[in-house]
C-alpha cells in the first residue's frame, strides 16, 4: 500500500478531480439511460431496436465507469462517494495509519481520519 504525504496527495487533486468529474458526468448519464429503458420496459410493445441500443450503451457506460475507478485507484487513492466528491489516500501522522480526506471542490487536502473513521469525524491537519 503507498501511503502519501500531503504535498504528493494534493499534487494529485486536479487529475483525479478530472476523472471524478468524468465519472460523475457518466453517471448523470446512466440515470437518464436507465430511466428511459426501465420506460421502455413498462411500454405495452417497445421497440427492440431502441430496447437494445441503450441496454448496449448502459453495458458500455459501465466498462467506461469502471476505467474512470480504476484510474482514481491506480494512484493510490480510494474513491470513497462518486456523488459527493469523497476521496481518501492513506498516510501516516505520528506513528498511525490515518487517511488524508479530501472532497470534491476543496482546494487542498487539510483534513484526515482515523481508518475505521469515516467523513463526519475528520479532523483538521492544523491541529
Known sequence: ?????VEEANQLLPVISRELESLQQLQ????????E??????????????FFTIESKLDFMEIEAQ?????I?????????IHSGLVDFPAIIGDKEVLLCWKQGEPAITYYHGKEDGYINRKSLEN
Request: aromatic share 18%.
Open 37 to 50: 429503458l426501465e420506460r421502455l420496459r413498462l411500454s405495452e410493445n417497445p421497440p427492440n431496436d431502441d
Open 73 to 81: 485507484h491506480s494512484f493510490g487513492a480510494e474513491l470513497k462517494d
Open 28 to 35: 448523470h448519464s446512466f440515470v437518464q439511460f436507465y430511466d
Open 1 to 5: 500500500m503507498k501511503y502519501f504525504t
Open 67 to 71: 476505467s474512470y475507478i480504476h484510474n
